[in-house]
């Protein structure tokens, strides 16, 4: 018997994991992460699960590769 695929499952089929992503966008899957975990590009991230929606897609295609900003580092106080 095949397994029962519940109505809420579809709209999750057209959702892209990271590897999906990187092989459309033709880039590697740790600058998809970096620019995942600097939150530059819209996801949706569940536990261990980062997916992308289609307007999700559409989103990054409009920032373009952007390079994701450096860490911002703090400044430290000089005590007298």
Same mark, same amino acid.
């Given at each position: 018997? @095949?397994?029962? !695929?519940?109505?809420? =499952?579809?709209?999750? =089929?057209?959702? %892209?994991? !990271?590897? +999906? %992503? =990187?092989? %459309?966008? +033709?880039? @590697?899957?740790?600058?998809? #992460?970096?620019? !995942?975990?600097?939150?530059?590009?819209? &996801?949706? /991230?569940?536990?261990?699960?980062?997916?992308?929606?289609?307007? &999700?897609? =559409? #989103?990054? +295609?409009? %920032? @373009? &590769? +952007?390079?994701?900003?450096?860490?911002? /580092?703090? /400044? #430290?106080?000089? #005590?007298?």
């Amino acid at each position: 018997m @095949g397994r029962a !695929v519940s109505a809420g =499952a579809e709209p999750f =089929a057209k959702w %892209l994991t !990271v590897a +999906q %992503l =990187a092989e %459309l966008m +033709q880039i @590697g899957e740790d600058k998809i #992460r970096d620019r !995942v975990n600097t939150k530059t590009w819209p &996801h949706y /991230r569940d536990k261990n699960t980062t997916r992308f929606t289609p307007e &999700h897609i =559409a #989103r990054i +295609q409009e %920032l @373009g &590769h +952007q390079e994701p900003e450096p860490p911002k /580092r703090r /400044r #430290r106080t000089t #005590r007298a």
